[in-house]
């Protein structure tokens, strides 16, 4: 489980993103990045959607007319359904950013680089993306680290 898995299957790469949730050590190969990536970022995709397509679909918009020729347009105010729609992906993000960051901590490993510089991905999103695209680097067994017993 400590070493990166090459040409790891959809099904490996999430599993061991989810089974090596705060794993900093040892590294992560491109396949089991990009697995991940997808799932990650797909499933944000779809929660962010399902939440604005809620609130596109149910929104209404009133016309007043105040008299004196003034309109005043308002729009419904966001029900309870909407937050809990927004509340969703905010929850995954918090549940998936400690693994994003250990699985982009460990491919900087397997490409022989500081698994910190992938804090650079949090404030430049382009980075993180640049980083998952470096090949390994056979150098990189030296962030290897066995575990006793396994």
Same mark, same amino acid.
Request: aromatic letters at 16%; charged letters at 15%.
């Given at each position: 489980?400590? /070493?990166?898995?090459?040409? /790891?299957?959809?099904?490996?790469?999430?599993?061991?993103?989810?089974?090596?949730?705060?794993?900093?050590?040892?590294?992560?190969?491109?396949?089991?990045?990009?697995?991940?990536?997808?799932?990650?970022?797909?499933?944000?995709? !779809?929660?962010?959607? $399902?939440?604005?397509?809620?609130?596109? /679909?149910?929104?209404?918009?009133?016309?007043?007319?105040?008299?004196?020729?003034?309109?005043?347009? /308002?729009?419904?105010?966001?029900?309870? $359904?909407?937050?809990?729609?927004?509340?969703?992906?905010?929850?995954?993000?918090?549940?998936?950013?400690?693994?994003?960051?250990?699985?982009?901590?460990?491919?900087?490993?397997?490409?022989?680089?500081?698994?910190?510089?992938?804090? !650079?991905?949090?404030? $430049?999103?382009?980075?993180?993306?640049?980083?998952?695209?470096?090949?390994?680097?056979?150098?990189?067994?030296?962030?290897?680290?066995?575990?006793?017993?396994?």
């Amino acid at each position: 489980m400590w /070493a990166p898995r090459y040409g /790891a299957s959809f099904g490996q790469a999430v599993g061991r993103f989810f089974r090596k949730y705060a794993t900093f050590s040892g590294r992560a190969s491109r396949s089991e990045f990009w697995w991940a990536y997808l799932v990650v970022a797909g499933l944000s995709f !779809i929660l962010v959607t $399902v939440a604005i397509a809620y609130r596109v /679909a149910t929104v209404e918009y009133r016309t007043y007319d105040l008299g004196g020729g003034q309109v005043y347009q /308002a729009t419904t105010p966001p029900g309870p $359904v909407f937050w809990l729609l927004l509340a969703l992906p905010a929850l995954w993000w918090l549940a998936t950013i400690v693994p994003t960051l250990a699985l982009g901590w460990r491919r900087l490993h397997d490409a022989n680089l500081p698994g910190a510089l992938y804090l !650079i991905a949090v404030f $430049v999103g382009i980075v993180g993306i640049v980083f998952g695209l470096l090949p390994s680097n056979p150098e990189g067994a030296r962030h290897d680290r066995p575990e006793a017993g396994r």
